[in-house]
């Protein structure tokens, strides 16, 4: 009696594990959203996000303003800060689990104030330091980004003065070191003499700062008409001074600057690059094109260790087909997640279709997969479509926020959320047109048998690697995508036929994740050693297939016809029950009106005199 109670006991408990592992999966199941919103009826655009416990913080501007919202994007409370007409840049979170941002405030054109804001893990303030106040001029410099380096001090990037005239003719980064309570200990403006450059964001990597903007200043002929932007590196010591500066881009061209970095785990500093060109159309407004987007890797003496670059964009008639890249994320296994906007953009109106988008790279920076979103299809966007600030989720997921401007809303911008699973779905129409795809394009007509035969394929999916078969046997392993977009996959596949007569060769594609797709095509392989009676077909020149067919038969010549051929098709008992003649090299036959069974086909003419047998299914 024991024994039996005590064998329900551990049932019981196997029982009650397993029903917690259920629902310990059910309660982590991967989540989605696609949400358009307003606040108190207003716009804020997203500048960082921040994943919560019960849903999503982000920090917004206009104004320095923090929202709180549910798993669904529902506000659950907002703090507003009024400290003016402020723009918020980005929020840091330190060492202690306190959060530092700081902020421009602007009246008129003059800039009035500069804060660093701290505030504990509630968003309530612990200070706010002012450094700068004037009001008589738009001479005072702009803050762009903070962050927290290793002793627990705060750096200020940003860029000084304009000339007295306002022009950004005149200008150095910025560079503030503060200890915790955001008192000043270094103030430093550095830049060659030409003064037109800026910090944008900046890390520590040992004992040095790693500071990252633009610059005019090392342009071909100066300055003129400040067409000739560079990204723009500095190395620094711990007390900002400079250690060594380099400016990447063509001397002639407008390249991109550098707005976002990440410190990888081998030493080195992860951006991504918009390499931009300036096109002039018929008026003489200067056009930004976005001409190559990817990621850069810098070494700590500022070389470029690595480039990947994923497409090369293009201006067709008045559009602007181009992606932006705004930032990345580095996941727990050491991959990278990109994302930004997309799409066509006419150069004069300013108004395309633009999408949100997210590339998905892994650490040896081959691509997994291209996402594009939409918060409502068959409309036409604004170049206000854009994904500004990003996160990783519990659930292995990304939330992503930006802003999107279309002329059909009411207010024509409003903020956006997207929320999608590890595969960058987002559970509305993301992955619609990532359904696993698998074509053979081109194949061989005939093939000699233990001999190698090509395929070409092309494929596309959710996700890559992707593992392709022909038949059962694995042709090819890890398949990633290209450099370039849209991603589809073209190849080739390699085939060894063992067996003779007509082949059906199956190509199937298969991804990770367990989907998979075929595709499937008929090859005449033939003994190419020996001459026995399998080659009595092939000599002939005619190929048919598909063996066994449904609706159509085809029947191909594989040498020129200089006199008509017939070809009729027989039941078994004889009767001809379709008969055709013929010049034409390769002929289709509809035989979806005959019943199911064997039958036989007769080829004559063009000393041609064959015979075959197939099934109709």
């Known amino acids: 009696m ?70 669904s994007a529902n506000l659950k409370w907002k703090k507003l800060y ?16 306190n959060y530092i941002t700081t902020s421009t405030v602007q009246w008129g054109g003059i800039i009035e104030n500069l804060y660093l804001i701290k505030l504990n893990n509630l968003f309530d303030t612990l200070f706010t330091k002012v450094y700068i106040i004037d009001s008589s001029s738009s001479t005072s410099p702009i803050f762009s980004s903070c962050f927290e380096d290793n002793s627990g001090s705060y750096i200020i990037l940003g860029h000084s003065s304009k000339d007295s005239l306002g022009n950004a003719s005149s200008q150095n980064g910025l560079f503030i070191k503060t200890d915790t309570p955001g008192n000043i200990i270094n103030y430093k403006l550095i830049g060659p003499s030409n003064d037109a450059d800026w910090f944008n964001t900046g890390l520590q990597m040992g004992n040095n700062y790693y500071l990252f903007g633009g610059t005019y200043s090392y342009a071909s002929g100066g300055i003129v008409g400040m067409d000739r932007m560079d990204g723009w590196v500095v190395k620094t010591d711990l007390q900002g001074n400079e250690v060594a500066s380099v400016n990447y881009g063509n001397p002639t061209l407008s390249d991109g600057q550098f707005t976002n970095c990440n410190l990888l785990s081998n030493n080195k500093i992860i951006i991504t690059s918009n390499k931009a060109i300036e096109k002039i159309p018929d008026t003489n ?33 008045d559009s602007m087909f181009c992606i932006s890249i705004t930032n990345l994320l580095i996941d727990s296994d050491s991959s990278y997640f990109c994302y930004g906007t997309t799409g066509p953009v006419n150069v004069y109106t300013q108004i395309g279709n633009k999408r949100g988008l997210s590339v998905k790279i892994n650490k040896n920076f081959q691509i997994n997969y291209f996402r594009k979103y939409a918060y409502k299809e068959g409309t036409v966007n604004s170049l206000g479509v854009n994904f500004y600030c990003g996160s990783n989720t519990e659930d292995k997921g990304y939330i992503l926020g930006g802003e999107v401007q279309d002329l059909t809303m009411s207010p024509i911008q409003q903020s956006w959320l997207v929320k999608t699973d590890s ?38 999916g959710r996700s890559a690697p992707y593992f392709v078969y022909a038949n059962t046997a694995l042709a090819l392993d890890s398949v990633y995508y290209p450099y370039t977009l849209p991603l589809w996959i073209d190849t080739l596949v390699l085939y060894v036929p063992h067996d003779t007569d007509l082949q059906q060769v199956i190509v199937k594609v298969k991804d990770p994740w367990g989907w998979y797709n075929t595709d499937t095509v008929q090859i005449f392989v033939k003994n190419c050693n020996v001459g026995n009676i399998e080659e009595a077909w092939y000599p002939k020149k005619v190929e048919i297939y598909p063996n066994p067919a449904t609706s159509e038969l085809h ?20 009767k001809a029950v379709k008969q055709i003649t013929t010049k034409q090299n390769e002929n289709v036959i509809d035989i979806s009106g005959l019943v199911q069974g064997v039958y036989g086909i007769k080829v004559v003419g063009n000393n041609m005199n064959a015979s075959e047998r197939f099934v109709k299914m």
């Open 285 to 317: 407004a200067w056009i930004r094109l976005i001409n190559k987007t990817g990621l850069l890797v810098f070494n700590p003496d500022l070389s470029i260790s690595y480039e990947k670059y994923f497409k090369q964009n293009e201006l067709i008639g």
């Open 2 to 71: 024991q024994q039996k109670t005590g064998n329900r006991i551990v049932l019981k408990s196997i029982l009650y594990i397993f029903v917690f592992i259920l629902l310990g999966e059910y309660s982590f199941s991967q989540q989605y959203l696609n949400k358009t919103y307003l606040v108190d009826g207003s716009f804020y655009s997203p500048v960082t996000m921040i994943p919560t416990d019960t849903g999503y913080l982000f920090s917004a501007s206009p104004g320095v303003t923090f929202f709180l919202l549910d798993s």
């Open 555 to 574: 029947v191909k010549f594989r040498t020129p016809l200089t006199e008509p051929a017939t070809i009729t098709i027989n039941d078994m008992q004889g």
């Open 82 to 97: 009024n400290i003016g007409p402020a723009y918020m840049n980005n929020l840091y979170k330190t060492s202690n689990g």
């Open 423 to 460: 595969l960058g779905c987002d559970g509305f129409h993301s992955c619609d047109d990532t359904t696993l795809v698998c074509e053979i394009l081109q194949s061989p007509d005939t093939a000699c048998n233990n001999d190698t035969a090509w395929l070409q394929v092309r494929f596309k």
